[in-house]
């Protein structure tokens, strides 16, 4: 049976909407750095590097903030191994030429029903989670040891910038498999009705939206300053810049220098008096 035009146009329609959001991320992020929570959980990571290896003392903490990253991904994967699973069972229930296994011997597009091209895409975007997730946790491992592992006797110091830039590939994989999760949504809708899909994708990219964008109420980024580094140094730039008339008064450059003349007169005084 051939797959009817319609349901096609509004299934590669509902794939483009959602291909379409995440390139406006892209093109986005390269005007503002900031704009996104990814980013400034990039621009954190690198911090959490920095503040671990500059201080031996800090070790237990680095190996629990680890530890409930991998038993995250861990579990997340396991999730998403699972979800295959029933896939497959889905595929092994039809019969006669509706089955997926028996439309692949023949033809994918004639063979069977349009179920199995859905089912088809529903089970590798799951094995691309299991995937992301699996490299997250690898990353995680990899992290574990060099975070703590400088050695002047053999010559061995990783930089912070090796060390975070593991990380934030970890935390990447980590994105790329909760993505797949999110597109998995539509893609089970779109088992029930092309019209569900479509109105799935208008959802998940309407929740995207809000959960991606940085709470710019509370981080105030200078653009171009998340992420950025000089070359050959592992510096890190604050993206946390607030204005001098957004300061606390207690924070501001002024009160702190009406503060240090006080005490300066204050100090004056006493001597005269003395």
């Not at 959490?48 to 409930?68: G, P």
Request: hydrophobic share 40%; with cysteine.
């Amino acid at each position: 049976m051939a797959i009817p035009f319609l349901d096609a146009g509004i299934y590669a329609g509902s794939l483009t909407l959602i291909a379409a959001y995440h390139l406006y991320l892209r093109l986005r992020l390269r005007r503002d750095r900031s704009y996104t929570i990814q980013s400034i959980n990039n621009t954190a990571r690198k911090a959490w590097v920095d503040n671990i290896m500059s201080d031996k003392s800090n070790a237990v903490l680095a190996v629990q903030t680890l530890r409930n990253s991998t038993m995250a991904a861990t579990f997340l994967a396991s999730t998403a191994i699972l979800m295959s699973m029933g896939v497959l069972n889905l595929m092994q229930k039809s019969t006669g030429d509706n089955n997926l296994l028996h439309a692949l011997h023949s033809n994918l597009f004639y063979g069977g029903d349009v179920e199995n091209l859905k089912l088809l895409m529903l089970l590798i975007i799951f094995f691309c989670a299991f995937f992301s997730f699996s490299m997250a946790v690898r990353m995680y491992n990899h992290v574990g040891y060099l975070i703590n592992s400088t050695n002047t006797k053999l010559h061995f110091t990783p930089s912070t910038r090796y060390v975070s830039g593991m990380l934030n590939r970890s935390g990447s994989y980590y994105s790329y498999g909760m993505r797949a999760y999110y597109i998995s949504v539509p893609m089970i809708f779109s088992l029930y009705s092309p019209y569900f899909m479509a109105a799935a994708s208008l959802g998940l990219i309407i929740l995207l939206y809000n959960i991606d964008r940085a709470p710019k109420h509370e981080v105030k980024a200078a653009s171009g300053s998340v992420g950025s580094q000089e070359h050959g140094h592992d510096t890190l730039l604050s993206f946390c810049i607030l204005p001098a008339n957004e300061m606390p008064p207690s924070e501001s450059p002024d009160a702190n220098t009406h503060h240090a003349d006080a005490q300066d007169k204050g100090e004056t005084n006493s001597g005269s008096a003395s």
